[in-house]
């Protein structure tokens, strides 16, 4: 485990995929069609008050305020230390993040104010992002 230090608010926006785990695939699709390759992707999740996993797709605002021309859902990545891990190959490996989550959380329960944050650096590396509390 390696610590991030997130330097400041980071301004998210994407869509919330009602049927996670299918349709994350769709989701991502979706916003590269709109936004393009270029730009930073993250998938944000957490447990709801009823256990039931919340997950957005989500592209990083390219300038301030750009979340608000869209229709889009919006979240804040939070400045401060975060618990990481590097996935390699990471398309290969899907099944296993969950319990790469696990190993990065101090209590095993993400929530919204500390989700579980898939930063996709490239086709073949991802971040795994867990805020220290």
């Known amino acids: 485990m390696e610590i991030f230090h997130q330097q400041e608010d980071m301004t998210v926006f994407g869509v919330h995929v009602k049927t996670f785990p299918s349709g994350i695939k769709e989701a991502f699709d979706h916003l590269m069609n709109i936004f393009g390759n270029d730009r930073t992707y993250y998938g944000?999740?957490?447990?709801d008050?009823?256990?039931?996993?919340?997950?957005?797709?989500?592209?990083?605002?390219?300038?301030?305020?750009?979340?608000?021309?869209?229709?889009?859902?919006?979240?804040?990545?939070?400045?401060?230390?975060?618990?990481?891990?590097?996935i390699y190959n990471w398309l290969s490996k899907l099944d296993s993040l969950?319990?790469?989550?696990?190993?990065?959380?101090?209590?095993?329960?993400?929530?919204?104010?500390?989700?579980?944050?898939?930063?996709?650096?490239s086709d073949d590396e991802m971040l795994c992002m867990v805020k220290a509390k």
């Open 44 to 47: 944000i999740s957490w447990m």
């Open 49 to 86: 008050e009823n256990n039931i996993v919340q997950y957005y797709a989500m592209v990083q605002e390219a300038f301030e305020r750009e979340a608000n021309k869209y229709h889009y859902e919006k979240l804040i990545l939070t400045k401060g230390k975060y618990h990481t891990e590097t």
């Open 98 to 121: 969950k319990d790469v989550f696990h190993g990065l959380m101090p209590d095993n329960r993400p929530d919204k104010n500390h989700p579980c944050i898939e930063w996709y650096k």
